[in-house]
């Protein structure tokens, strides 16, 4: 539980989502002190506190209570679910707000060089990875038995790599497909980013400030329609 009576949020740290969530929280009147590498940054006119961590870890530190509030892709989210569910862990999340970045989709993809493939052409393969569990459910759903890769970073180079078939990657521009020679297949996840909250934060001067903040952050987002 997180132990002092500062409201903490967790945002990624440096990645596709750090700009337009300290952009968010700027626009809301959270004011910062976002110094170079600090991991904590207090806010200097409100009891709020912002840890900068990577995105994978911000699921479970909501869960887990040792942040109150987490922004992160909902690719992170559901795969972060998964995982837990799995071992058996609570995966309780409030979903407070859908925002209005860090769009992108989860996809597969292959080597430009085969062309055009359908589903079949997955049977037996083996598809590296980020996100094991939603790629695990899809195949599932979709009756394909392939074998899921995980890899932490470059997925892309996998197939060159010798390493994958193919892959399973988020897309955003489609910038980092194009320059790996890859061809875009199938969407198995559309996602953006969203702040969620752990479900059992009880602290009423938390609560009243997130109340406080939620009708900004709405003001911010139709702002910008
Ligand atoms: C994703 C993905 C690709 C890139 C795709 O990485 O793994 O590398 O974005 O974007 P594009 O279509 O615009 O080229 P992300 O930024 O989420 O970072 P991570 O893989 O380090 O978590
Ligand atoms: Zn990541
Ligand atoms: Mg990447």
Same mark, same amino acid.
């Given at each position: 539980? /997180?132990?002092? =009576?500062?409201?903490?949020?967790?945002?990624?740290? /440096?990645?596709?989502? /750090?700009?337009?969530?300290?952009?968010?929280?700027?626009?809301?009147?959270?004011?910062?002190?976002?110094?170079?590498?600090?991991?904590?940054?207090?806010?200097?006119?409100?009891?709020?506190?912002?840890?900068?961590?990577?995105?994978?870890?911000?699921?479970?530190?909501?869960?887990?209570?040792?942040?109150?509030?987490?922004?992160?892709?909902? =690719?992170?989210?559901?795969? /972060?679910?998964?995982?837990?569910? =799995?071992? &058996?862990?609570?995966?309780?999340?409030?979903?407070?707000?859908?925002?209005?970045?860090?769009?992108?989709?989860?996809?597969?993809?292959?080597?430009?060089?085969?062309?055009?493939?359908?589903?079949?052409?997955?049977?037996?393969?083996?598809? @590296?990875?980020?996100?094991?569990?939603?790629?695990?459910?899809?195949?599932?759903?979709?009756?394909?038995?392939?074998?899921?890769?995980?890899?932490?970073?470059?997925?892309?180079?996998?197939?060159?790599?010798?390493?994958?078939? +193919?892959?399973?990657?988020?897309?955003?521009?489609? @910038?980092?497909?194009? +320059?790996?020679?890859?061809?875009?297949?199938?969407?198995?996840?559309?996602? =953006? @980013?969203?702040?969620?909250?752990?479900?059992?934060? &009880?602290?009423?001067?938390?609560?009243?400030?997130?109340?406080?903040?939620?009708?900004?952050?709405?003001?911010?987002?139709?702002a910008k329609e």
């Amino acid at each position: 539980m /997180s132990n002092t =009576n500062r409201l903490r949020i967790a945002i990624q740290k /440096s990645g596709r989502l /750090s700009k337009d969530c300290q952009d968010l929280l700027k626009q809301i009147g959270v004011k910062l002190n976002l110094r170079e590498q600090r991991l904590i940054a207090h806010s200097t006119n409100m009891p709020i506190d912002v840890l900068r961590v990577r995105d994978d870890d911000i699921p479970g530190l909501v869960m887990d209570g040792v942040c109150d509030l987490g922004i992160v892709g909902e =690719n992170v989210l559901v795969e /972060s679910q998964a995982e837990r569910q =799995n071992q &058996q862990q609570n995966a309780d999340v409030i979903t407070l707000s859908k925002l209005d970045f860090g769009f992108c989709r989860l996809a597969l993809a292959w080597p430009q060089e085969l062309g055009e493939q359908s589903k079949d052409w997955f049977e037996g393969k083996r598809i @590296a990875t980020t996100y094991p569990e939603i790629l695990k459910q899809y195949l599932k759903r979709e009756n394909i038995s392939a074998s899921a890769v995980m890899l932490t970073g470059s997925v892309e180079v996998a197939p060159r790599a010798g390493l994958a078939d +193919a892959i399973c990657d988020l897309v955003s521009t489609g @910038a980092t497909l194009e +320059a790996n020679g890859l061809m875009q297949g199938e969407t198995i996840l559309e996602s =953006n @980013a969203c702040l969620i909250q752990n479900p059992a934060l &009880q602290d009423p001067e938390k609560l009243a400030l997130i109340e406080k903040l939620m009708p900004r952050l709405k003001g911010v987002k139709q702002a910008k329609e």
